[in-house]
């Protein structure tokens, strides 16, 4: 084969090497839906044999923002996979969709096939913590675009509903409950602003109240929650979801409530993790702006009837969540905090 593709700066041998070693991670996604194999132009997966009256396709896409640049910088790439999946999964699955399957996009500068497959098997653990099956990607090699070291990450996730079940926050009403699900850390969002805060830290150093280096703490992947909202919609009336995402508090909570309603929020309902504790003082950083960018430790919250709770914490807990009674609706919009 001409080289002359090469002297432009893409090897698509290397290309061919990442995709043999993607193949055992992808295997690990299956599902008997799927058809075809990697290779094809399109991933396909089958729906008639799926058990739904009035079935809704709900689907996500996003990135992992700039916590790739500390992936970068620690060399660590086998984890952020399970970002991408993550932040695309749990929006879908706040909406009641189970995921199906997921496809995958990879930018990059060049294409190293020892780094693509690390990246290529957090997706895959992603896919397995969520049940989808990684159905197709693309790998794009593109000097002049990214550095060598570099690279950009985008997900696209489809789940299923049926029609009645959606989770929309209709019925959610003055008096139900909030009920907080722990976060693995920092998640995927507000990264811009950690890099500014941790850019003189040692990130090999171990903080107080931390059990790993600073730079483990903030490369830990996000929470995956598609398999315990599942089990809970079989048994328990979920009226809302909500992802705690970009914006934290402020922006995503209401983004579940009906109109003319709020959440009153009780900050001393749960330990927020030290890592927040840290970047508000490095920082100095008001708690306010903090329950605006960051999680604090709540990755979803739901919303139940008062007389869902026990039950739902039980079902959660059984699924290994950390749940907390974080609040209440109110007949106030928008979100307020008691201590």
């Not at 009226?239 to 929020?265: D, W």
């Not at 900050?267 to 490095?282: G, M, R």
Request: proline content about 3%; hydrophobic content about 40%.
């Amino acid at each position: 084969m001409s080289d002359v593709y090469k002297k432009a700066g893409v090897d698509v041998e290397k290309g061919y090497e990442a995709v043999e070693r993607m193949k055992k991670h992808i295997k690990k996604t299956n599902r008997p839906e799927v058809l075809g194999g990697i290779g094809a132009f399109a991933g396909m997966f089958e729906l008639t044999s799926l058990d739904y009256k009035e079935p809704v396709l709900v689907s996500g896409t996003d990135g992992v923002g700039t916590k790739l640049m500390l992936a970068f910088d620690e060399e660590k790439h086998d984890t952020i996979g399970i970002d991408l999946v993550a932040m695309c999964v749990n929006d879908i699955v706040a909406q009641g969709a189970k995921p199906l399957f997921f496809l995958d996009y990879i930018g990059c500068g060049k294409n190293d096939p020892k780094v693509i497959e690390q990246i290529v098997a957090g997706v895959s653990e992603g896919c397995v913590q969520s049940g989808a099956a990684l159905i197709g990607g693309e790998t794009a090699e593109m000097p002049g675009m990214y550095y060598e070291n570099e690279y950009d990450l985008a997900g696209f996730a489809v789940g299923i509903v049926e029609k009645s079940e959606i989770i929309t926050g209709e019925t959610i009403a003055e008096g139900d409950v909030i009920l907080g699900l722990g976060s693995s850390g920092i998640h995927s969002n507000g990264y811009s602003l950690v890099r500014s805060i941790v850019k003189d830290l040692d990130l090999e150093q171990t903080c107080e109240g931390m059990d790993q280096p600073l730079g483990d703490v903030l490369l830990t992947p996000t929470k995956i929650y598609a398999q315990s909202i599942e089990s809970l919609m079989t048994d328990v009336t979920i009226k809302g979801i909500s992802h705690i995402t970009g914006g934290g508090f402020y922006e995503n909570f209401p983004r579940m409530m009906p109109e003319g309603l709020g959440v009153s929020i009780d900050q001393s309902s749960w330990d927020v993790p030290v890592i927040f504790t840290l970047l508000a003082k490095e920082g100095n950083i008001s708690a306010e702006e903090m329950y605006g960018v960051f999680n604090m430790g709540i990755g979803m919250a739901v919303a139940v009837a008062k007389e869902d709770v026990e039950k739902a914490t039980s079902v959660l807990q059984e699924h290994g969540e950390d749940v907390f009674v974080i609040g209440e609706v109110t007949a106030t919009e928008g979100v307020q905090f008691t201590k």
